[in-house]
């Protein structure tokens, strides 16, 4: 997985080398009713990409960063987000996020994110307010300003933060702390996002990853464990009292918001299956067992939910060394449709 191999090799960072070819895309393409997909690729490899999904004709264009652009992603792009007119693709080991025009693919800016040149080592990108909220593995949050794309401020938090979520005018930020295994962080950090500091850091479970808030204002965390003895689980906090209410005894490894329901996915790395379940959280049960047919996957990656035509869509990455697929679901959780994208998919931004 992404935060294994970081795990190993995180001081070996180092920037991409950019190789240049002609762009064979004309800017004045219009990008519309499709799917743009990051595909991280290998660590260290150098080969992060982007696929596009055409789904007026099922056809897949992959390696259309390249050849748009005239240069590389880089290495192990590791989140994919559209917010106004642009499209942010957060490349972790390269430590650059690639700011590209919505309509057309063009890359505007590539943004550096190094600290008196050392790599931040990005990873989740979210917006509030006009602002970027950028989770960084040197220990902080880093601000963007998405009119001049500059970064304006750093939020200290915990140990190598993950994910992030808002909630009652604050920013709620988990602490993975992965790269010091077996001593791994426990807390999500709580930040007002009037002042930028930190009210609190919350004890949570070990190993914090994704984070979600429901339709009521209440956080929903997924403490991953140590993927051996402790086990993984969701945790719900309370937003108005930061306090941690639930500790849910089902198995759950990600956590993907499908309207006012949560799809939970699990995979156990000792037999390399995995399920996704449908969770209620207002009735907090899972109302759905086995809500996929993960017959359908070799490696189940990640879920998305496109809430406009209320598709359920999965990346299955092979075994992590073969190009990957995108697999299409309906809202009822039947299986639709299969495209054949890049290595290791991880992120779609939906066009209508």
Not at 151 to 175: C, H, Q, S
Not at 183 to 199: A, G, H, P, Q, Y
Not at 268 to 287: G, H, K, M, Q
Request: with cysteine.
């Amino acid at each position: 997985m992404r935060y294994v191999s970081l795990i190993v090799l995180f001081n070996l960072l180092l920037s991409c080398n950019k190789e240049k070819t002609e762009p064979t895309i004309s800017d004045s393409v219009f990008h519309q009713n499709g799917m743009l997909v990051l595909c991280e690729g290998l660590f260290q490899q150098n080969n992060s990409s982007l696929s596009w999904i055409n789904l007026d004709d099922g056809t897949v264009e992959n390696q259309y960063f390249l050849n748009k652009n005239g240069h590389l992603l880089g290495d192990t792009g590791n989140d994919l987000v559209e917010y106004g007119s642009k499209v942010y693709v957060v490349v972790n080991v390269s430590s650059t996020i690639e700011v590209l025009d919505k309509k057309s693919l063009a890359s505007l800016k590539q943004i550096d994110m190094k600290s008196n040149g050392v790599p931040k080592s990005p990873r989740k990108i979210k917006f509030h307010n006009g602002l970027g909220y950028i989770t960084c593995y040197d220990g902080y949050v880093d601000v963007l300003d998405t009119n001049n794309l500059s970064i304006i401020t750093r939020i200290k938090v915990g140990e190598n933060p993950e994910d992030l979520t808002f909630a009652n005018e604050k920013m709620y930020v988990t602490n993975s702390g992965g790269l010091n295994v077996p001593n791994v962080d426990s807390t999500v950090s709580v930040i007002n996002l009037n002042t930028n500091e930190e009210l609190k850091k919350i004890t949570v479970g070990k190993n914090p990853g994704g984070i979600v808030t429901d339709s009521d204002g209440d956080v929903y965390v997924i403490a991953r464990g140590n993927y051996g003895s402790i086990p993984s689980r969701m945790v719900r906090l309370n937003s108005s009292s930061d306090v941690v209410e639930e500790t849910f005894s089902f198995n759950a490894s990600g956590i993907t918001k499908m309207d006012d329901n949560f799809l939970i996915r699990y995979s156990d790395f000792n037999t390399l299956s995995s399920t996704v379940n449908l969770f209620d959280p207002l009735t907090e049960t899972i109302i759905e067992s086995d809500f996929l047919d993960m017959s359908q996957f070799t490696t189940l990656y990640s879920v998305a939910y496109n809430a406009i035509n209320q598709k359920i869509v999965c990346t299955d990455a092979m075994s992590y060394t073969n190009s990957g697929y995108v697999k299409v679901f309906n809202k009822l959780g039947v299986f639709e449709k299969s495209y054949h994208v890049g290595l290791n998919p991880n992120a779609i931004v939906f066009y209508e």
